[in-house]
């Protein structure tokens, strides 16, 4: 959608030209292989992790029992159902496109004036997209399910094999039992066909966590991408990819087309499984180890490439995540996976939707909001249906890139600009500074944040502790030998930045009026950020407001009472952030509005789930505590999928890129003290008469 002023009927031309777009989108599909099953996109994604089973539930089953039943055979019937979710699914996904672009017409109309009637209409046509919405992702969710579920898996008696066709021994020796590479406890029986319960990993050795990928049910039950996310703890990525590499070095010449076979099923599980590490961990894997990188492709060269064409969709699929990460525009868009009109159609579809349900999904938070920042919502919904909004963001690696504006120019602005400006359009151009060093950020550089120096009680690692000097022997959690990406040292650094701007700021204004209109201004800015829910800005500028020597001011002392009282409430969602891990993924807000949570914040909780032993009496790595912690850092993954859709403003981006980094290592003592306003001063009467007094009474003591 290049235009939110296209006609909704659009021409049926380009109709076909959309539904192999939605079809590329639904199933990422590539060409099929010669010798190997036709693979999509494999990665299960940040919902697998985190709702696990219950990912999909009975709806999702009975659902897909019903598909395809004309067909009389098992194996058309198979067939059948997956070509009638395709065209239920494009058909669903064009018929809801459509009513956007019907949507945004009537929205117009109603701006301009034009037809009373609209009035009505809309508020109709916008439960009518509530509902559409929830059916589109429904098939999605059943589409997914038929990609997982059966998907090359072999029963839990089977794992031990899955060890041994690895090794250079024949495969007729008897493997080691399952018993002494994994442990599981039983729970009560569910509502399920199975008779004897249901058995739930509890702990494995490394090679038995490795084996259980292989599992029947591990893509259904979450694991696969629990794994992907947390396996550091156990293993190095070499380790990881040579158990992939043997098992399909192994089983690759003697896999059949025939899917009952073990051998076919390990082989093409460990396919399946690699290409789902590369969709969705090459940023932190891959491109940080060129070591791991060149093994992988060296293998794929040698030894797959020249027995079937799956080894050629490898090597593509790694030029092309190479070419995002290296990509600005990828940069910016953070898990933005797909290109050019498709997805910036994609992202227009589900972005309105998010905002449908803002103002009713507000309510719900637990501190007190004040009525005062309803135009912002009304705005942002206007906004969201201009042209503009719909815009691709500017591509800028950090606040600290160079822009149009020089830093001279910045200082001779001064926070004047700052003042001009309203809390709103301030608040929305720092969400979007905040979404480009976000979405750069993956679940697994919340890990092992120790090790790199990332501590309790302060907002980002201390500016005279560099990301060179952090000694990775001091409470390093991952092998000594992996590899691990300090993506979120810059992302605090940034953070830490931002305070320090805040409080540079305010204790250089040479007048305590100039300070308590800043106050202020600063103070409305985190407001509107976290009921936008950018909890993350919020956050950076409380931090900046509790400086030592900004509390200090005596501005605070005669600030409006509703002004001072934002000070309480941003306090409150601090506390409310604090007190549970997964607070923003209760309900289904975090499903239709944007997010960005504290990421200092989410490594404290990260941190927490860390601390204890991660294997047992038996040397057992304890799975249950892994996948904890890997639900708890999907939820990164889960926010990038919304983005906010403001209209940037680049000019006031760029200025204020240049105040950050301006003052982002400034001693703000330093700063204060050539101020007088940010000290308390004494009338010049009551001074005058303290030394009249004290001349008194040394008079005194020579008489």
Request: with cysteine.
């Amino acid at each position: 959608l290049q235009s939110n002023s296209c006609d909704p009927d659009f021409a049926e031309e380009n109709a076909s030209s959309e539904e192999q777009a939605m079809i590329k989108i639904a199933g990422n599909s590539y060409l099929a292989s010669p010798n190997l099953p036709d693979f999509c996109g494999c990665s299960p994604g940040w919902s697998s992790a985190f709702y696990g089973a219950e990912c999909f539930d009975s709806e999702v089953h009975s659902y897909l029992k019903n598909l395809g039943n004309q067909k009389s055979s098992e194996s058309q019937n198979i067939d059948a159902k997956k070509v009638e979710l395709e065209q239920l699914l494009m058909m669903e996904t064009r018929n809801y496109r459509k009513t956007i672009k019907f949507y945004q017409k009537l929205l117009q109309k109603e701006r301009r004036g034009k037809g009373p009637e609209t009035k009505s209409m809309l508020p109709k046509l916008r439960g009518q997209l509530q509902e559409m919405k929830s059916k589109v992702q429904f098939l999605e969710l059943v589409k997914k399910y038929m990609m997982y579920a059966e998907q090359w898996g072999v029963e839990s008696y089977v794992l031990p094999t899955v060890i041994h066709s690895g090794k250079a021994e024949t495969m007729d020796k008897a493997p080691m039992g399952e018993s002494s590479l994994l442990l599981y406890y039983n729970t009560e029986k569910q509502q399920c066909n199975s008779q004897n319960g249901v058995r739930v990993l509890q702990a494995g050795t490394p090679l038995g966590l490795m084996a259980y990928l292989y599992s029947r049910n591990a893509f259904l039950e979450g694991y696969v991408q629990q794994f992907l996310y947390t396996f550091r703890y156990f293993c190095t990525q070499e380790e990881f990819l040579q158990f992939l590499l043997d098992r399909i070095s192994s089983t690759l010449s003697s896999a059949s087309l025939d899917p009952s076979t073990s051998l076919t099923k390990i082989c093409n599980r460990s396919f399946y499984i690699l290409q789902a590490w590369i969709e969705d961990c090459y940023s932190v894997d891959f491109a940080t180890n060129t070591d791991l990188l060149g093994t992988l492709k060296e293998f794929i060269s040698s030894k797959v490439a020249s027995l079937n064409g799956y080894g050629e969709r490898l090597l593509s699929l790694l030029e092309d995540a190479s070419a995002r990460k290296s990509s600005s525009a990828d940069l910016c868009s953070g898990v933005d996976k797909y290109e050019g009109e498709t997805e910036e159609g994609r992202k227009t579809l589900h972005s309105l939707c998010k905002k449908l349900s803002e103002d009713v999904s507000r309510k719900n938070f637990y501190w007190k909001l004040s009525k005062g920042m309803g135009p912002i919502a009304q705005y942002q919904r206007e906004q969201l249906h201009t042209g503009s909004a719909v815009l691709p963001k500017p591509c800028c690696s950090s606040l600290a890139d160079e822009s149009s504006v020089s830093l001279a120019r910045a200082d001779e602005v001064g926070p004047v600009l700052l003042m001009e400006c309203t809390a709103q359009q301030l608040c929305w151009q720092l969400t979007l500074l905040q979404q480009e060093v976000f979405n750069k950020c993956h679940p697994v550089h919340f890990l092992n944040s120790r090790a790199l120096g990332v501590k309790d009680k302060c907002v980002a690692v201390q500016k005279a502790v560099s990301a060179e000097t952090v000694s990775l022997k001091v409470c390093n959690l991952f092998l000594s030998k992996c590899i691990q990406d300090k993506y979120l040292l810059q992302l605090l650094k940034n953070a830490d930045s931002i305070s320090t701007w805040v409080a540079a700021e305010i204790v250089t204004c040479h007048t305590t009026k100039r300070q308590v209109s800043l106050l202020s201004k600063f103070l409305l800015i985190a407001k509107c950020c976290y009921e936008q829910r950018n909890f993350a800005t919020a956050m950076q500028i409380l931090a900046g407001l509790e400086n030592l020597i900004v509390r200090q001011l005596p501005a605070w002392k005669i600030l409006p009472a509703k002004v001072a009282e934002i000070m309480e409430e941003l306090k409150a969602v601090e506390v409310f952030l604090k007190s549970d891990s997964l607070c923003l993924m209760e309900g289904d807000r975090f499903k239709t509005l944007p997010t960005i949570p504290s990421a200092h914040v989410l490594a404290m909780h990260v941190q927490q789930l860390e601390t204890g032993g991660f294997t047992m009496t038996n040397g057992a790595h304890k799975w249950t505590k892994l996948r904890n912690i890997a639900k708890v850092v999907s939820q990164v993954h889960a926010f990038q999928e919304n983005p906010y859709t403001y209209a940037p403003d680049f000019k006031l981006q760029s200025y204020l890129r240049q105040r950050i980094t301006h003052f982002k290592d400034a001693d703000i003592s330093a700063l204060a003290a050539d101020n007088c306003a940010n000290f308390h001063q004494i009338p010049a009467e009551k001074h005058s008469r303290k030394i009249q007094d004290t001349l008194r009474r040394m008079k005194a003591t020579f008489q």
